[in-house]
């Protein structure tokens, strides 16, 4: 099993960049790939990026193709996700989750965290 923390979020201006953190506060974050989600208000949750355990493999919604970038360091327990060039649109909880094999579909995760908010006002 795995806790996830989410760190990072905050207000920006539209055209900024935030860089989120997921730290396992609890078990071993390399054992399992990673996604991010994210939900708007009033809107499904819904799938943002993913990484394989190792980091060589990764994978973008095309929402977010060329201004976002997930990594990791699995020497810190820790997945990033680096957000440049913010839209209002963006706005969001952002949550990240872990399975052994890693979809883009919720239903496919293990293990939740509790979600961090980004704003990005106009």
């Known amino acids: 099993q795995v806790q996830l923390v989410e760190s990072g979020g905050g207000l920006v201006q539209a055209g900024g960049s935030l860089r989120l953190s997921c730290t396992a506060s609890?078990?071993?974050?390399?054992?399992?790939?990673v996604a991010w989600f994210r939900q708007a208000p009033g809107k499904e949750r819904e799938f943002v990026s993913r990484?394989?355990?190792?980091?060589?493999?990764?994978d973008y919604a095309d929402s977010v193709k060329g201004r976002f970038t997930i990594s990791r360091d699995n020497a810190k327990n820790t997945v990033y996700l680096q957000m440049n060039s913010l839209k209002p649109e963006d706005t969001a909880v952002y949550y990240c989750?872990?399975?052994?094999?890693?979809?883009?579909?919720?239903?496919?995760?293990?293990?939740w965290g509790k979600g961090t908010l980004v704003t990005a006002s106009s």
């Open positions: 989750a872990a399975a052994r094999v890693v979809g883009t579909d919720v239903r496919d995760m293990d293990y």
């Open positions: 990484v394989s355990r190792t980091g060589a493999f990764t």
């Open positions: 609890a078990g071993t974050l390399s054992y399992y790939a």
